[in-house]
């Protein structure tokens, strides 16, 4: 089984680098442009299940994607929930609130920003979904629209990763990344790709 990750495409919210993660934004031009984009990439591949978070965003650059299917939203896939932090900017937060910015730069994955999700709440339903379809993989190819935060942690959970190197996962707005799953085992074969799929790759 391949599954295909999709960042879903730029938002307001993005342009503008504020905290948000449940706050639900539609698509820019830009981001309605950048998920078009995707859907000509993916063009040829026949998906079997396509999954997206619950926020708008993420469907509707899932059916920019695959036009007239039906998709099941699963509350897993959403974004982190900032608290009092959504849509603001950091330099306000730091501002505002000095100790609590400082104790999330200190301790990011203990540390509950604004009062919202705790991190290992985010981590462990992301990671409940990691690991199902990484015992089941069913049949066929899925598409996964969702978030930065979301794809970065399924990604380091799948290739055994700690939690810290979801980091090193910076997914684009008008890219897709494909996991093969070889029997449990996860392989990464593309990553932030531009370039129309082939069913070589």
Known sequence: MRLFLVRHGQTSANESGVFYGRTDLPLTEKGIAQS??????LA???????FTSQLQRAQQTAKLIVPKRDFQADSRLNELDFGT???CHYSAIAQNEP????NWLDDWQNATPGGGEPFPAFAERVKEVAE?????????????VAHQGVLSMLLASWLNMPLESMWHFPFKHDA????????GFMVLRSFNDRSRFRSDK
């Open 99 to 102: 100790v609590a910015w400082q």
């Open 44 to 50: 040829d591949v026949s998906f079997s299940t396509i």
């Open 132 to 144: 199902a379809w990484k015992a089941q993989p069913g049949e066929g190819d899925r598409l996964v």
């Open 36 to 41: 078009t984009h995707v859907g000509r990439c």
């Open 85 to 87: 932090w959504e849509m």
């Open 176 to 183: 897709w990344t494909m996991v093969e799953n070889r029997g």
